[in-house]
């Protein structure tokens, strides 16, 4: 089992910058891919960015490429989502996922852990 706590969400002006952070505990998460997803009022929950294993490749949604990076740190069992340039459109509750799969993915099912998120509002 592994548990997953995010923090660093709140609230923030267009065009500025926050990092989320994702505690996790139970088992290392050097084996498990890690993501984040985001859900807005009334929609969906969708993919946001993702992470290797090792960390040496990242995956984002085209919505966020150029202004998130994602990163982590398997010492410190540890995931990251550094948001920048933020908009309005981004306001949503962020959450933190892990899933065994050995190739990156989008979908939300084979995630098996997930965090209960954190908040993040952004003003225009």
């Known amino acids: 089992q592994v548990q997953l706590v995010e923090s660093g969400g709140g609230l923030v002006q267009a065009g500025g910058s926050l990092r989320l952070s994702c505690a996790a505990s139970?088992?290392?998460?050097?084996?498990?891919?890690m993501g984040w997803f985001r859900q807005a009022p009334e929609k969906e929950r969708e993919f946001a960015a993702a992470i290797s294993r090792s960390g040496g490749d990242t995956y984002y949604a085209d919505s966020v490429k150029g202004r998130f990076t994602i990163s982590r740190d398997n010492a410190k069992n540890m995931v990251y989502l550094q948001m920048n340039s933020l908009k309005p459109e981004d306001t949503a509750g962020y959450s933190c996922?892990?899933?065994?799969?050995?190739?990156?993915?989008?979908?939300?099912?084979?995630?098996?852990?997930w965090g209960q998120g954190t908040q993040v509002t952004v003003s225009s």
């Open positions: 139970g088992r290392t998460i050097s084996s498990y891919y």
């Open positions: 996922a892990a899933t065994g799969r050995t190739r990156f993915t989008t979908d939300l099912i084979y995630y098996g852990y």
